[in-house]
């Protein structure tokens, strides 16, 4: 994922991972959209996944993400909570952290279309 974001000339800042989701922290650069960067960073790392055979089957990504944009003097708490994972989702889940993460910037859900639970 590292070398997909830096091929189209964004700046990773942090990234982690749990079994079920990914957060990723990038520097962007305005010439390329979001959406865009996001269809290529699951497209692209999908297919290196399925590639190197990584998985005992097929692998890809649930449909759509979650963006949210901070200033930079935010950046080194979010790089911390990122890096922090782990630690994070021993109190809460993935789904409840994407609830919270929505309801705090203000974003209305309807409950049917958030990210699928794994179990």
Known sequence: MTGIIRHYDHKLLSINGMPDHVHVLIGMRPTQSLSDLMKHLKQDSS???????????HF???EGYGAFSYGKSQVPDVIRYIENQEEHHRKRTF???????????????EEPYIFKSLV
């Open 47 to 57: 297919k290196w996944i399925n590639d190197n055979n990584l998985t005992t089957s």
């Open 60 to 62: 890809s990504w649930q």
């Open 95 to 109: 789904l409840e952290e994407y609830r919270r993460f929505l309801d705090a910037f203000g974003i209305d859900y």
